[in-house]
Structures are given as structure tokens and as C-alpha cells.
């Protein structure tokens, strides 16, 4: 039998983005409703919102349609609308005004996050400013950032075993890292220290990343003067830094409380708890915001779009930030509810992104 469509739903041949006007008036309605209070709204409700008059036995109709195409669906069979995933994203892509930040707003953020550029460190500065993009958003912010961002000013060597080290990294920003390393068997004091020479004469004022190009370099023009338990501590050495793509990269999560707030139901706290999980499995938090540091401006993923918060549904707003040299370096953004305000998230997160590169990059 062929769908009827007795209120004109959709244009002839047309798609998703084609829905009439009165189509997109309840549309955003549910939407909007679910945004601001995460409950299903009724067609008698609906009816009292939209601009152009229209009966609740019309408003089903619309409803109906609206449902069958995915868009929204019933929670409960006697219950009102809630928009599917595919609803709100065509809501974000097709429906929603995203407009810039006023002046008041933008000097908002501008102040939060003004302390950020006076922090001690990148990763101290990174968090300050987490906190405040939290704060702003109500939801829990996370950054990835490079772990070698920080250029070195010394490495130290501390016999932990006799085939162990502690290698203690110490950057010119006043960070340190701990690594341990495993050494060579035999090792003599004597090689630890030879090691810790040659490194200190080349990796100052140098990234991780540059430091090992410089070391493997400079490794291979000195061989004749080193003695071979040495150059094994140092290979062992720059082996280490190395590391895999994740080592190499930070994440840092604020905000876990914003998360519990405005919670309506049993299973709302089932889908936090799940989401608390999906935070605590950093490597997949790693490779998810990984997929922005390519691309230009904000991400959005919604709900099963991405597949690690797929069981939360959560939603995930990233933007890219930039050091002075105007070269990405990692990814800042918040993650909460699939009810998250879209429209003003978006932009604070791209502002938020924007200042924190200008601040980061002097």
C-alpha cells in the first residue's frame, strides 16, 4: 500500500532537509523541549508553542510522520516525543542557529580563561583552562595534548636495580617526568653516567620529538667514542621516549560532577555511570579526540557515532588549539548528555579553543 502523506510532510523526491515549515516548527519544538528539560512533549503542548495554529489531532499527525522517519520516537506508548540520534543530528546540521558569541560572552570566556597564559606549565595551564570551559558549559571538559610539548632543560639517571633506571626528565617550563628504563645487563656506574652526559650536551632546549631525531643522529656520528654498554643506555634511552602514538599524548578530564547534575531517572544515572567507564578507558578517549586533530574547526559526534560512547549516549564537542606556530597540537572540548545546548556549546568551545592556542602560543 503507498505511505500516504496527508499533511504534505515532505516535498515530492525530497529529503530530511526538505520538511515544510509547519514539519520543522513541531520538529524543533520536540527538540528544544528535550534540550531544556530532557522529558517527551505531547502534541496538546506542541500546539501551544508553534506559531502557525494547529490542532493536537494534526500535531499527531505531524508527529507520526516524523516518527516514521526516524526522527523522533516514543519512549513509552502513551507518552510524548523525544528526538532519535538521527533527529538531533539533522537538528545540529539542518535546523539549528548557531550564531557567534555577543561581546559580553566572549569577554566572559576571555576572563575565565585570562590566568591560563600566566601558569607555570602547559599541562597546568591546560588544566586551569578545562576547569573554566567546564564551568562555562556544565559539562565534563577534556583536552589531549602532546606530551612532548615541553622543551627539556636536563635528564637524570638514578640506579634503581641493576638492571634498572629511573630516568627523571626535567623541562624548561619546571615539569618533570618519570620514566623507568630497563638497561642493558652489566651496565657499569661509569656508562650511566657517560649516557647522561652525551644526552644533557644535546637535548636542551629541544622537544621529546626533536630530541630523539637529534639523538639518533648524533648517536650514529659518535659510536667510535663511546663504548658499547653506553651506547646501549642511550639507545635503550631514546627507545623508550619513543614509545607507541598514545604514550606520547595526555588526557586530562574535568568536570565529572557537572555530569550529575539534572539527572531525572534511574536510567539517566545508569547512562552517567556508563559514561564515568567510557572516561576511565583513556585509550579510546585518546583515539576518538584524535579524530579532530586533522580536521578544521569544531567536531560534533552524537550518541552511537561514535561507538565508545555509544552505550552512554553521550555527546562530544572538540575543537583543535595551536601552538605559536600556528600547527595543531592537540584537542579541547566537552562531553555530557546527548541534551547538551548545542547552540551555545559549539561556539564556546571553538572560542575556548581560539584563546587557549593564543594563550599557549604567546
Known amino acids: 500500500m503507498a505511505q500516504h502523506d ?3 510532510l515532505i516535498a515530492p523526491r525530497a529529503g530530511l532537509a526538505q520538511l515544510n515549515e509547519r514539519s ?17 512533549v505531547g502534541s496538546r503542548n506542541i500546539s501551544r508553542l508553534i506559531a502557525l495554529p494547529l490542532s493536537p489531532a494534526s500535531v499527531r499527525n505531524v508527529m507520526a510522520d516524523l516518527e516514521q522517519l526516524g526522527l523522533i520516537y516514543a519512549p513509552h506508548t502513551s507518552a510524548g516525543r523525544l528526538p532519535t540520534e538521527l533527529g538531533l543530528r539533522f537538528f545540529v546540521d539542518a535546523l539549528m542557529q548557531v550564531g557567534d558569541l555577543n561581546e559580553a560572552e566572549r569577554q566572559s570566556i576571555q576572563s575565565q580563561l585570562a590566568s591560563v597564559g600566566q601558569a607555570q606549565s602547559v599541562e597546568a595551564a ?5 576547569t573554566r570551559l567546564s564551568g562555562l558549559t556544565r559539562a565534563a571538559a577534556v583536552v589531549l595534548t602532546p606530551k612532548s610539548n615541553a622543551r627539556l632543560k636536563h635528564i637524570e639517571f638514578v640506579r634503581l636495580e641493576p638492571e634498572k633506571a629511573l630516568v627523571i626528565l626535567v623541562g624548561e617550563d619546571g615539569q618533570v617526568e618519570n620514566r623507568v628504563l630497563t638497561l642493558p645487563p652489566g651496565v657499569p656506574s661509569s656508562a650511566i653516567t657517560e649516557a647522561g652526559n652525551f644526552l644533557n650536551a644535546r637535548i636542551r632546549g629541544r622537544t621529546l620529538a626533536e630530541a630523539r631525531l637529534e639523538l639518533e643522529t648524533a648517536l650514529g656520528e659518535a659510536r667510535a667514542e663511546l663504548d658499547q654498554l653506553t651506547q646501549k643506555v642511550i639507545s635503550a634511552g631514546i627507545a623508550s621516549w619513543s614509545g607507541g602514538e598514545n604514550e606520547d599524548r595526555q588526557l586530562i578530564v574535568r568536570g565529572h560532577a557537572n555530569l550529575l547534575e539534572d539527572l531525572h531517572a534511574l536510567e539517566d544515572l545508569e547512562r552517567v555511570r556508563l559514561l564515568f567507564d567510557d572516561l576511565e578507558t583513556k585509550r579510546g578517549v585518546i583515539d576518538l579526540l584524535g579524530r579532530a ?5 569544531v567536531r560534533i559526534f552524537i550518541g552511537s557515532e561514535n561507538k565508545l560512547f555509544s552505550l552512554s549516549g553521550s555527546s562530544t564537542i572538540i575543537s583543535p588549539y595551536r601552538d605559536a606556530a600556528g600547527h595543531i597540537v592537540g584537542v579541547l572540548g566537552v562531553i555530557g548528555p546527548t541534551r ?4 551555545r556549546v559549539i561556539p564556546t568551545v571553538d572560542y575556548a579553543a581560539r584563546i587557549v592556542s593564543r594563550l599557549l602560543g604567546g
Not at 126 to 130: E, G, H, K, R, V
Not at 340 to 343: K, Q
Open 6 to 8: 496527508p499533511i504534505h
Open 24 to 40: 520543522r516548527d513541531i520538529f524543533r519544538q520536540i527538540v528544544e523541549s528535550y534540550l531544556a528539560t530532557g522529558e517527551p
Open 126 to 130: 591546560l588544566d586551569q583552562a578545562l
Open 293 to 297: 586533530e586533522t580536521a578544521e574547526g
Open 340 to 343: 547538551l545546548n548545542y547552540a
